[in-house]
């Protein structure tokens, strides 16, 4: 199971830590990932890391912004959010991808989710 924590409500131009703890299963070998859904669309995208940390991937509109992190002996993985703006207004989720390897689509597992509001 993955238990996402960390949303909240912010600025524009501040940061949010979003938090998502993994546990029932060894998630260390397997790659992580954020996804975000928006009011009135779809889920998206957000940023990934690979197993060992070593290798990660954002989508365009957070690079730069957006830095995720994993700490396999805590079984968390994190997403540190900066410069908020308002399109960044999206319930977040944590996911699984029972593969070392990163890639923005293949996650089974799911958590439930961590309201980000970006008011202007």
């Known amino acids: 199971q993955l238990q996402a924590s960390g949303g909240g409500l912010v600025q524009v131009g501040g940061s949010l830590r979003l938090s998502c703890v993994a546990s029932?299963?060894?998630?260390?070998?397997?790659?992580m990932g954020w996804f975000r859904q928006a009011p009135g669309k779809g889920r998206e995208f957000v940023a990934t890391?690979?197993?060992?940390?070593?290798?990660?991937y954002y989508t365009n509109s957070v690079k730069g912004r957006f830095t995720i992190s994993r700490d396999n002996a805590k079984n968390t993985v994190y997403l540190q959010m900066n410069s908020l703006r308002p399109e960044d207004t999206a319930v977040y989720y944590c996911?699984?991808?029972?593969?070392?390897?990163?890639?923005?689509?293949?996650?089974?597992?799911w958590g439930q989710g961590t309201e980000v509001t970006v008011s202007s």
């Open positions: 029932g299963r060894a998630f260390r070998n397997y790659a």
């Open positions: 996911a699984a991808r029972p593969s070392p390897f990163i890639a923005t689509s293949g996650y089974d597992y």
């Open positions: 890391i690979r197993w060992s940390s070593d290798v990660t």
